[in-house]
DNA sequence: TCATAATATCAATATATCTTGATGTATTAT
DNA sequence: ATAATACATCAAGATATATTGATATTATGA
């Protein structure tokens, strides 16, 4: 019950439909990078990261003191359902702008 | 985007959960046999069944003063897949009491 | 008509969640 | 070592949601 309510909770909120819906169009980008791009707090962001990441949706891969969040795969078919519902809402998402292309890890 | 979060927040509650197992269990269900068998407030069931019932989960029936809820069929593939981890949850729910057996409506 | 029953709704309070700004931690560059 | 960068965490206030108790609405039955 309990790992059901924190993968439902996670998909209960704008701002993180919407970091699902730019992870699952753009793959792995780091905090700075949605930072730039959603033009939000940094500490809002990884608060929601953390959320997606605890609710079974995201993975991350930590390199130095870059940490890129991607859509974990496979999805079981709960989440996959959840983000093809997602993915026909037809988001407005911000434009992507990638800090990290300069001097960023290279994964 | 609202429609879809309309669904995932009715999903997000431990009472509207086990209301949507309960009903998926027993069928069409009129609001004081499930006040008897949860024990809880009339109004705060009402409510709850009010949430599922805008997020596409439940119809009602209406029959003199009885409302039937039970679950809406059939459910599109996100609803029905997140039925479906409900029902994989073995959640414990309480023993089924029908008032409305007696001299209830006849549907 | 009047009383009762089933359900819905409302206002007030309690509880949970989100946002912000500040601080902490770890890593890289100088 | 020191400074700067990327990220995580925390406390406080703001906002949203849930619960309760009271009241409203509608239908049935005497």
Same mark, same amino acid.
């Given at each position: ?30 905090? @700075? ?29 930590? @390199? ?10 496979? $999805? ?12 026909? $809402? ?18």
């Amino acid at each position: 019950m309990d790992v059901f309510l924190e993968t439902v909770s996670a998909l209960n909120d704008e701002t993180r439909i919407k970091l699902l819906a730019f992870l699952d169009a753009h793959g792995a980008l780091c905090v @700075c990078d949605l930072q730039e791009s959603f033009g939000m707090l940094q500490s809002r962001l990884s608060r929601h990261l953390k959320i997606l990441k605890e609710g079974g949706f995201l993975r991350v891969d930590r @390199c130095g003191t870059w940490a890129y969040y991607s859509l974990r795969c496979p $999805l079981d078919r709960f989440r996959s359902e959840a983000l093809t519902e997602i993915r026909c $809402l037809g988001i407005e998402l911000p434009p992507l702008k990638k800090l990290s292309e300069t001097g960023g890890c290279k994964l």
